[in-house]
């Protein structure tokens, strides 16, 4: 019963707050609908203008910076950049001046003639005459050889050769003999022919006399045509053999020539066992020592001629085809400048290079040494007029075909197609695209990709 009472209360406290809530809302929604009536003397209603002067300005600005954005957006869409810093840019201004087209060589000092020396025969070191790095003479002997083989091979053709000699002279001699008996033969038959015509002429007169028989007359007309007819045959044998001992004396003639001219060879051979200097000059490059084995084909030593000297140059295979006898180079020593002119060429490339032999035009240095290494300059062309640009490393990145070209204005580095020509050690000839003022970036673009502007910093 009392519970019961306590809940009436509360409900109704609970409802007389509801109420006092919503009419002090209710006051508050009505109070703001309605306008004041409130006049105090200090206030006063300020009307605000809708389109004051800073208000269009900032609308002015804001609407012009858009604009400007906009087009910008629009210039540069697909355009793709690189900041890059400044200072690490290699540049250069593209002029007009005297272009030559010329190659850098290094090429080593020798002398204008060198003669090999190589063994002809094998043989063992018996003697050295001279010693390595010595002036020798035309004809003197540099070292001597022993070869036991050759030696004994020259005795056995020697014997060969007198036993030869020996064999014609017999067969001559035997020849000679049968050729005499021939002609003895013949001389015999031509008596006894003689003999038996006068008998025959005898015989025919007594046979037409009947003094002697018809069978002793025909045995010697019988006899009498057998003389006739070995007459004839001795007579063609006498002839062939004349031609046979002719021949057979030719042949052992050519077999005794060349007999001797082995012998003579085998002599020779003997002969270079002793090494002499085929010219005068100095000797160099000789290693051998007493009791060496040297083979046959060996390099022995080389002479060379220090009279003049040449420049042999190594040149890359890339130029093979524009490269000439007596094309000229220059290169400079003691503040003198020396001419020179292709005097042969090597066609044979090795490691990607092939050689050229140059020789002094007039002057020539009075203190070069032989084995000094100096550095020319290979004309390819006669100077020319042309656009110039420096070399650098753009090129292996872009083949000449395109190049970063700097606007001062903007700071901004541009691609351009461009086109070069001929080229030499410090600059590259340019045929188009670019005029003179143009300044190009000439340093690598490795790590520029394929970045159509640069943006210096």
Do not use: C
């Amino acid at each position: 019963m009392i519970d019961a009472v306590w809940r009436q209360k509360d409900k109704a406290k609970l409802k007389g707050y509801y109420l006092t809530v919503t009419k002090a809302a209710l006051l508050r929604k009505f109070l703001m609908r309605q306008p004041t009536n409130l006049n105090l003397a200090m206030d006063r209603k300020i009307e605000k203008k809708k389109w004051a002067p800073k208000k269009i300005a900032l609308y002015a600005l804001g609407v012009v910076a858009v604009i400007i954005a906009i087009t910008a957006l629009y210039r540069e869409a697909g355009t793709s950049r690189l900041n890059v810093q400044e200072e690490r840019l290699l540049t250069d201004t593209v002029e007009t001046g005297v272009f030559k087209e010329y190659i850098t060589l290094f090429g080593t000092v020798e002398p204008i003639k060198t003669v090999y020396l190589d063994a002809i025969e094998s043989g063992r070191v018996e003697e050295l005459m001279v010693e390595n790095g010595a002036i020798v003479e035309k004809g003197q002997e540099i070292m001597r050889l022993s070869n036991p083989d050759l030696e004994l091979n020259v005795l056995n053709q020697e014997a060969q050769i007198i036993n030869q000699i020996n064999t014609i002279r017999n067969t001559s001699i035997l020849m000679d003999q049968q050729s005499l008996s021939l002609k003895e033969q013949a001389l015999d038959v031509k008596y006894r022919i003689d003999l038996m015509s006068k008998q025959s002429k005898r015989n025919k007169s007594l046979y037409k006399d009947k003094v002697i028989s018809q069978v002793e007359f025909e045995e010697t007309q019988d006899e009498f045509e057998h003389l006739k007819r070995r007459e004839i045959l001795l007579a063609q044998t006498i002839e062939k053999d004349s031609l046979f001992q002719v021949m057979q004396e030719n042949q052992m003639t050519n077999s005794l020539d060349l007999m001797q001219r082995n012998l003579a060879i085998a002599k020779t051979s003997l002969d270079h066992l002793s090494v002499r200097a085929p010219i005068s000059g100095q000797l160099s490059g000789m290693g051998s020592e007493i009791g060496e084995l040297i083979n046959r084909g060996d390099r022995i030593a080389q002479i060379d001629v220090l009279k003049d000297f040449k420049v042999r140059a190594r040149i890359n295979e890339y130029y093979i085809s524009r490269i000439f006898p007596e094309q000229q180079g220059t290169f400079e020593m003691d503040g003198k400048v020396y001419t020179l002119k292709i005097r042969r060429i090597y066609p044979e490339v090795v490691d990607g290079n092939f050689e050229a032999d140059l020789e002094f035009i007039g002057e020539r240095p009075t203190n070069i040494k032989r084995g000094q290494t100096i550095s020319l300059r290979l004309s390819l062309s006669d100077e020319t007029e042309a656009t110039l640009l420096a070399k650098g490393g753009f090129y292996q990145a872009t083949g000449g075909k395109w190049a970063y070209v700097i606007n001062p204005k903007t700071g901004i580095a541009q691609k351009r197609t461009i086109r070069v020509g001929r080229q030499n050690p410090n600059y590259y000839e340019v045929q188009s695209g670019l005029e003179p003022g143009d300044i190009v970036i000439i340093s690598s673009y490795d790590n520029f990709g394929e970045k159509e502007e640069l943006v210096l910093k």
